[in-house]
Nanobody, 111 residues
């Protein structure tokens, strides 16, 4: 059974950085795009970043220039490097591929 396990969330001051990790089991990592979503309280879940098996990336306008998605094929892990964090980035961040979701990791940015 394919699983996605996130880690790396926490509390950080505005302007700070965090790196999220998503460890994937199974073959899904090598054949499907990997996504990071986030959901803030009272808001819909939104797509933050995507990376394809070939390494192409795409970002939401709100995070372009601040967030970087990357993958380590040897470790079956996808990362989300988040810099210049803002209070508006506060949310639960989820790793996703196709219909598989991780459990989520909380990111809180204080002003």
């Amino acid at each position: 059974q394919v699983q996605l396990v996130e880690s790396g969330g926490g509390l950080v001051q505005a302007g700070g950085s965090l790196r999220l990790s998503c460890a994937a089991s199974g073959s899904i990592f090598r054949i499907s795009p990997m996504n990071w979503f986030r959901q803030a309280p009272g808001k819909q879940r939104e797509l933050v970043a995507t990376i394809t098996p070939g390494g192409s990336t795409n970002y939401a306008d709100s995070v372009k220039g601040r967030f970087t998605i990357s993958r380590d094929s040897a470790k079956n892990t996808v990362y989300l490097q988040m810099n210049s964090l803002k209070p508006d980035d506060t949310a639960v961040y989820y790793c996703n591929s196709v219909t598989i979701w991780g459990q989520g990791t909380q990111v809180t940015v204080s002003s």
